[in-house]
T-cell receptor
Framework: DAKTTQPTSMDCAEGRAANLPCNHSTISGNEYVYWYRQIHSQGPQYIIHGLKNNETNEMASLIITEDRKSSTLILPHATLRDTAVYYCIVRVARDWGGSNYKLTFGKGTLLTVNP | GAGVSQSPRYKVAKRGQDVALRCDPISGHVSLFWYQQALGQGPEFLTYFQNEAQLDKSGLPSDRFFAERPEGSVSTLKIQRTQQEDSAVYLC??????????????FGEGSRLTVL
């Protein structure tokens, strides 16, 4: 899996948008960008993933640059419950029978949402 | 069940004791993963099962670590002769391994092991 780089920590005011950046300059053409988050004392939780088009779901939006070397996870209206460590991961999506099934986590970004 | 269930949630062991950690994946999920998470770090891959077959155990840190999934559902991670460096949260995750939300792993809440 390609390596990702994320800031160690970020702060955001409650109700404002949280924009979490991720650099993945060595991403391969068949690798997706995944975002997971981990709230304190819980297991990681899937948020969203994408290949090259921007994606949106009920939790967040994912903006991937045209060259795919970086992406931004957007939480449009952050709440106190969004305080967590956010992990950006790149991997091949569909190769469950091969060697690329693993999610390789880095240290992620600790997002703290302040009241 | 509705989600991945792990037990025990907390385990304190004396150095040298054997421990067994259990994972009940989401019903019907083919793929099962174990991860180890040390304090302040991201989860680190330990091993992967597809049904009952252990396809990858490259992340197991030593031969004291052993995992099994004999009937392709429940899995047990066993640690023999525990050492202090084994203290960590052990996370289990499962996935359907099929199309759909490809790549989405569902994690349990983890088993926190403390070795004294």
């Amino acid at each position: 899996d390609a390596k990702t780089t994320q800031p160690t920590s970020m702060d955001c005011a409650e109700g404002r948008a949280a924009n979490l950046p991720c650099n993945h300059s060595t991403i391969s053409g068949n690798e997706y960008v995944y975002w997971y988050r981990q709230i304190h004392s819980q297991g990681p939780q899937y948020i969203i993933h994408g290949l090259k088009n921007n994606e949106t779901n009920e939790m967040a939006s994912l903006i991937i640059t045209e060259d795919r070397k970086s992406s931004t996870l957007i939480l449009p209206h952050a709440t106190l419950r969004d305080t967590a460590v956010y992990y950006c991961i790149v991997r091949v999506a569909r190769d469950w029978g091969g060697s690329n099934y693993k999610l390789t986590f880095g240290k992620g970004t600790l997002l703290t949402v302040n009241p | 069940g509705a989600g991945v269930s792990q037990s025990p949630r907390y385990k304190v062991a004396k150095r040298g004791q054997d421990v067994a950690l259990r994972c009940d994946p989401i019903s019907g999920h083919v793929s099962l993963f174990w991860y180890q998470q040390a304090l302040g770090q991201g989860p680190e891959f330990l091993t992967y099962f597809q049904n009952e077959a252990q396809l990858d155990k490259s992340g197991l840190p030593s031969d004291r670590f052993f995992a099994e999934r004999p009937e392709g559902s429940v899995s047990t991670l066993k640690i023999q002769r525990t050492q202090q460096e084994d203290s960590a949260v052990y996370l289990c995750a499962s996935s359907s391994g099929r199309t759909g939300k490809t790549g989405e792993l569902f994690f349990g809440e983890g088993s926190r092991l403390t070795v004294l």
